[in-house]
């Protein structure tokens, strides 16, 4: 059963709208979470991240929020860029005990249009 | 550049062929991971290599074979493939393998259509 899930495989937006990305997960011990973005014939590449320590982390256009008794975080990408479509990827890690890199869990990823 | 380089970018290969997947960071990274996905699936951890070391191997069939002759590179030898084992296979590389907020660099795949 998947513990990561995105549940909207794709999203158009109008440039210069928000962009809002949703990403739920089950396990109550994840208390990291990441999001990656990647582009056609690249790989993923970090965006942003939050620990669970935290409800809102921002970065110039990206803003990440986490609702911990909901399991449940959203990127904002406010304003969107024709640039920013791509496919973004939820991942999560148990991993604040000092766990591997490799309790990295991702989510299937929600491709973003950003129409101009 | 993502300074994760990863070769061949397309792989073609029929069941019986053996081929090997190859990746190269140029980080200075002592982690290194191999990952596949498959269409409509999430990226599914394969291996992991600490300082040269398998750290974890994710219940992967043995006609997956990896290996990691230094922290610079990583291979993925391949052998007796079924087609549902065609995927992208993406390589990544971080810096220590440990802590959650260790960013992975991931190189831009490799294409696998098995035959």
Known sequence: DQQVKQNSPSLSVQEGRISILNCDYTN??????????????EGPTFLISISSIKDKNEDGRFTVFLNKSAKH?????????????????CAASAGAGGGSQGNLIFGKGTKLSVKP | ETGVTQTPRHLVMGMTNKKS??????????AMY???????????????????????????PSRFSPECP???????????????????YLCASSQNGRGPDEKLFFGSGTQLSVL
């Open chain 2, 70 to 88: 230094n922290s610079s590179h990583l291979f993925l030898h391949l052998h007796t493939l079924q087609p549902e084992d065609s995927a992208l």
């Open chain 1, 73 to 89: 975080l959203s990127l904002h990408i406010v304003p969107s860029q024709p640039g920013d479509s791509a496919v973004y990827f």
């Open chain 2, 21 to 30: 997947l190859k990746c190269e960071q140029h980080l200075g990274h002592n």
């Open chain 1, 28 to 41: 109550s011990m994840f208390d990291y979470f990441l999001w990656y973005k990647k582009y056609p014939a």
């Open chain 2, 34 to 60: 191999w990952y596949k996905q498959s269409a409509k699936k999430p990226l599914e951890l394969m291996f992991v290599y600490n300082f040269k070391e398998q750290t974890e191997n994710n219940s992967v």
